[in-house]
């Protein structure tokens, strides 16, 4: 049921944005009570919601979140709004229209690729296909203290649907919190795999470039499945999970 004064469809954004939060503890992508996701408020382009800053990932719920404009205003709900999370976010949002929603997290496997000094996924995986021609990388240059930095990334991110950033972590993006979540979860495997790989001392096998077109290609033709699409398959599947262990992110 929609909260006190929330809309069908604000509602329903709430629920998968508290439901992305808890997959992230789920799947250990989050850093306690820091790292941010932001997701446009139906119907709006100029203000997203947040999770007000102390919340641990593991209790946030639909009804915690804080509605912020790009200015930094505080339109509704409370407690405090973290200067990094406002930093990056607003000016991603800005520069994007076409993105509803931003993930940005310092996961494992993602911040070890991008400690490396050459960070690239390499074509080696089939999951890193999926991202070929799809990841930008930004250099580092400390906290995100002021819309400087977030206009940076912005930047940097153009039209691609992940930025990688240097010696800190990734950003995923997506039309829907379905989208930058399932971007998330198969960059995060894809990067693990690599990193493994090359803990292995092995050489790396890339795929050759008649399987690397053919298979970017199958990409987009194998989006749905008799007329299903994937990804929302994907992340309906995962709030499944978070119901049978009875989460309460939905409240």
């Not at 205003?73 to 407690?79: E, H, Q, S, W």
């Not at 290609?217 to 194998?222: D, G």
């Not at 299903?228 to 978070?242: N, T």
């Amino acid at each position: 049921m929609p909260g006190a004064g929330l809309d069908e469809a604000e509602w329903q954004a709430r629920v998968d944005l508290a439901a992305a939060h808890r997959l992230a503890v789920h799947f250990g992508y989050h850093e306690g009570i820091d790292n941010h996701f932001t997701l446009l408020v139906p119907g709006h382009a100029d203000r997203f919601l947040l999770a007000p800053f102390g919340l641990h990932w593991s209790e946030i719920r639909a009804s915690d979140f804080l509605v912020v404009d790009f200015a930094g205003n505080k339109l509704a709900g409370t407690g405090p709004v973290e200067d990094t999370a406002f930093h990056i976010h607003a000016p991603l949002h800005a520069a994007r229209p076409d993105v509803r929603c931003v993930m940005h997290t310092h996961m494992p496997y993602a911040t070890a690729l991008s400690m490396l000094e050459e960070p690239e996924l390499l074509m080696a995986s089939q999951n890193a296909i999926g991202f070929s021609g799809l990841v930008a990388l930004c250099a580092y240059e400390g906290f995100a203290l002021d819309s400087g930095e977030g206009r940076r990334m912005a930047a940097a991110l153009g039209g691609k649907a992940v930025l990688l950033l240097r010696n800190h972590g990734v950003v995923t993006t997506g039309k829907s919190v379905a989208e930058a979540f399932n971007t998330l979860y198969f960059f995060e495997r894809a990067a693990m795999t690599q990193i493994l790989a090359q803990s292995s001392g092995g050489k790396i096998r890339l795929v050759d470039e008649p399987a690397l077109g053919r298979t970017v290609e199958q990409y987009t033709t194998s989006a749905q499945v008799e007329g299903l699409d994937r990804i929302e398959l994907h992340f309906a599947a995962l709030k499944r999970m978070l119901d049978r262990q009875g989460s309460d992110y939905a409240e």
